[in-house]
């Protein structure tokens, strides 16, 4: 697609809303860059299905994005991040291709002063190991624990972020963490948890820093397009969200994401 000016817009997906707290990080960060988000919401949650459904479903959320014309993509979502990245690298070989792993490795190991770093995932992010070997790789001497907490991304897709099921959720999967392993770092390794940071910060105390990939991801984010030279050159940036099933639970619920409210007229269906 010609685009001389750059303008074309910056393709975002998840398998539901939780790409939305990137997508947040990603607005502020670029303001003259256009973005559109698509959530795969009629087959969420991707985290405790297979790799090769995953895999199938990353390719086709990336085949629709392509054909809307995108100069980058970012895959907003860990799970899809760590089972189907160099599957959409191989793909589509001309598209630049941003995972949310790296960032959130990256931006963990600045973080811990102890070296001994939590993450919290969904269960294939957590079985696939991509986090821990990140980290190893940028800090060998780092000492890594991982837990998957898969009733967080239900619990955020329905907007109950706070207050007493959150929380006793979050005790449930980590009332014993910090005494077990002694982290002194959080990785909220899957975009839904963010939005549940209060409650997961109220379970595991003040001594351990929450960290997520998304402003770290805007940051990868940005040096590509500049390394590249495809910043956008023009000041009206467009958002378009296009969701696979539901548009008036992904506005309700998006909204509080995105920090605006957003209407189901804002929300395209559209069909994988
Ligand atoms: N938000 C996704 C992630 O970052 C996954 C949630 C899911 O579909 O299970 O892993």
């Not at 939305?20 to 969420?44: C, H, I, M, N, Q």
């Not at 199938?56 to 991040?81: M, P």
């Not at 589509?92 to 963990?108: D, F, K, N, Q």
């Amino acid at each position: 697609m010609y685009d001389p000016d750059c303008t074309l817009p910056i393709g975002v997906f998840d398998s539901g809303i939780g790409g939305l707290t990137v997508l947040k990080a990603l607005t502020e960060a670029l303001p003259r860059e256009s973005f559109v988000y698509l959530g795969d919401t009629a087959r969420l949650p991707y985290g405790t299905k297979s790799a090769k459904s995953v895999t199938r479903y990353c390719l086709q959320t990336t085949s629709l994005l392509k054909e809307r014309g995108i100069k980058l993509l970012v895959v907003a979502c860990n799970t899809a991040t760590a089972v189907s990245l160099e599957a959409l690298q191989e793909a589509y070989p001309g598209l630049p291709v941003v995972g949310v792993i790296r960032p959130g490795a990256e931006a963990a190991c600045r973080q811990s002063e102890s070296g001994r770093i939590g993450v919290i995932a969904t269960e294939s992010t957590v079985n696939g190991g991509s986090y821990e070997r990140e980290i190893l790789r940028l800090r060998p001497e780092a000492k890594v624990f991982s837990r998957p907490c898969p009733l967080f991304v239900p619990l955020a897709e329905e907007g109950w972020c706070d207050g007493e099921i959150a929380e006793l959720t979050a005790r449930r999967y980590l009332g014993s963490m910090v005494e077990e392993t002694g982290i002194d770092t959080l990785v909220l390794g899957c975009t839904h948890f963010p939005v549940l940071a209060d409650a997961i910060g109220k379970v595991v105390g003040p001594g351990v820093a929450l960290v997520d990939s998304a402003r770290t991801t805007a940051e990868f984010v940005q040096d590509m397009l500049e390394r590249r030279d495809i910043c956008s050159t023009t000041t009206e940036r467009r958002l378009t969200f296009l969701a696979t099933d539901g548009a008036e639970r992904f506005a309700r619920v998006g909204g509080y994401f995105m920090h605006h409210a957003l209407s189901p007229d804002d929300v395209e269906i559209v069909d994988l």
